[in-house]
């Protein structure tokens, strides 16, 4: 594993996993991953169900979620927009809906949400990360303010 790795576990395969992996390690604290909020759901199915929406590493402690977006929340990508999905509606749409609930009800429900993308991080042309050693300085820069939380000891609510 490359040396900008030290920091993240072995397991962290996926670029979203390095990306809270780095996190965790600028915040000294677990990511809950893949959480799902009862206010946050997708688009109603046929028979009228909601799914859970997840999002990607909640820090109860902070009431911070964090997601990071990968090169199909910017751009095109066939092999996930091509998707069907339960609403009707192309999954690159669906995806642009989600984030915009996310974005939208987890402030209203007292979350602070940090979106990390793809860009912000050296990769390759097919946008996958190049795993640098700058990476965890990108991470702490963005979560900056969370850091203090972290290290005083301060927990705020997580409902």
Known sequence: MPKAAQDVSRTAIR?????????DAVLGLKAVRQ?????????PDRRGYRKPLPVDGFYPALSLVV??????????????DDKPTVS???????????DERRADLLPKHGYRLVVLEVDEFP???AKRLLRHTNDKEIVSRRLQDFRTQA???????AD
């Open 35 to 43: 959480h799902c909020f009862p206010f946050l759901t997708g688009d």
């Open 15 to 23: 670029d979203e996993h390095y990306v809270l992996d780095l996190c």
């Open 67 to 80: 997601e990071y977006h990968e090169r199909q929340h910017r751009e095109r990508v066939g092999f996930f």
């Open 123 to 125: 990769h390759d042309s």
């Open 151 to 157: 290290g005083s000891g301060s927990v705020l609510s």
């Open 88 to 98: 009707g509606v192309p999954r690159g749409e669906q995806r642009r809906r989600y």
